[in-house]
């Protein structure tokens, strides 16, 4: 992303030589203006206020009377709205979450690319989320088999069916679940035909794949061994681009906790977990729903659809309430025959059927995602 001024930072940091690391990484460089560094981290939010600076940038340890996870809470709930850039070191771990004030996440050492890098894309972000209030969804499942990218497509295609322009994302890198579903050819570009040092929008466009249901879908590589070419950088890069680009975007997950994956997660603005009445899945979504609590997913950003919602094999809605501590926000029913053969087509069948009890599902999804109500219209 290119801007025509500087990014204007705030350090909060009081390690002399942390201090010295970024600005020597800094003096090399024009993208990036530091205003001041700062070691009391109970002058940092009058002095943001007063210096209205792009990006705060705050050492995850910083002691003194304000420590690092209180200025945090501090800058959050200031209402100065300026993204924080969390300093962190690999003993003290930590997660993106913009609920909690923490946009973006620099672990040392890192290198000076990487610091104008995740400045300047959390930057764009918070614009893109200020100025577009785009929606990004992952639908996720630490189990296969559970339907889960029938899911993200046909979501993604309702949502586009609302008028909303929607792009999907292919994020099991590794196996390419929609390319196979979709039967794309495999010439056709992916993710790993964008730049690997700045990605621009017209880049982006170059390499989208245009379903025929109305959506623009960027696909997994078409190999399994290039999957391990795309770096998590490039997925927060994408995404962020993606949001000044689009009003949704969907991305079908894989099912494994990888760096990629959590990168995947942490982008987005919901993480769409797909259940179903079987107990390993049960099981599994309980222990994964665990990690994303210790890595700070808040409730709201965690939800749950149970998919065949009409196929309990015994286990009741009562007993999956309580087993994951809440009522599911979604349900969607079973069409085994109707969703194989749409499926076998590579057709989303919210066009295929539109009128069938799956797609009427599905659709309330899409419009509860976005906010919209059950009379919102539909775009054929």
Not at 77 to 102: C, F
Not at 241 to 249: D, G
Not at 273 to 301: L, Q, W
Request: glycine letters at 6%.
């Amino acid at each position: 992303m290119a801007y025509t001024d500087s990014i204007r930072l705030l350090v909060a940091e009081d390690v002399p030589q942390v201090s010295q690391h970024v600005r020597n990484l800094l003096s090399v460089q024009s993208q990036v203006k530091l205003l001041e560094v700062l070691n009391d981290g109970a002058k940092v939010v009058e002095v943001a206020k007063q210096l209205r600076p792009d990006v705060v940038m705050v050492d995850l340890l910083l002691q003194g009377k304000v420590k690092g996870p209180q200025l945090i809470e501090k800058l959050r709930d200031s209402g100065l709205e300026i993204p924080v850039v969390v300093l962190t070191v690999p003993q003290h771990p930590l997660a993106r979450d913009p609920n909690r004030g923490i946009d973006a996440v620099l672990t040392l050492p890192f290198s000076g690319f990487e610091l104008v890098n995740t400045l300047s894309h959390v930057l764009a972000d918070r614009q893109a989320r200020a100025t577009g209030a785009c929606r990004v969804v992952s639908v996720f499942s630490p189990k296969g088999g559970v339907g889960k990218t029938t899911i993200a497509f046909n979501l993604a295609v309702a949502l586009g069916q609302m008028g909303v322009a929607t792009a999907l994302i292919d994020g099991s890198l590794q196996y390419g679940d929609l390319r196979a579903l979709l039967k794309v050819p495999s010439d056709v570009p992916s993710i790993l035909d964008l730049p690997t040092d700045r990605v621009q929008e017209s880049d982006l466009r170059e390499v989208m794949w245009r379903d025929p249901a109305g959506i623009d879908i960027l696909l997994a590589p078409p190999r399994v061994e290039m999957a391990e070419m795309v770096t998590a950088r490039d997925v927060e890069k994408t995404i962020s681009l993606l949001r000044r680009l689009y009003e949704a975007i969907v991305i079908d997950t894989p099912t494994t906790l990888s760096e990629v994956t959590l990168a995947l997660l942490d982008g987005s603005d919901l993480v769409l977990s797909i259940v179903t009445y079987d107990s390993t899945t049960i099981h599994n979504t309980i222990a994964v729903g665990e990690v994303f609590s210790s890595i700070g997913y808040t409730p709201e950003k965690l939800q749950y659809l149970v998919n065949r919602s009409d196929s309990s094999g015994g286990i009741g809605r009562d007993e999956l309430a309580r087993t994951l501590g809440r009522r599911p926000e979604f349900e969607v029913v079973s069409d085994g025959r109707l969703v194989v053969q749409a499926n076998n087509e590579g057709m989303p069948f919210v066009v295929s059927s539109p009128d069938a009890a799956v797609s009427r599902d599905v659709r309330r999804a899409a419009q509860a995602i976005m906010g919209r109500t059950a009379n919102s219209p539909v775009r054929n």
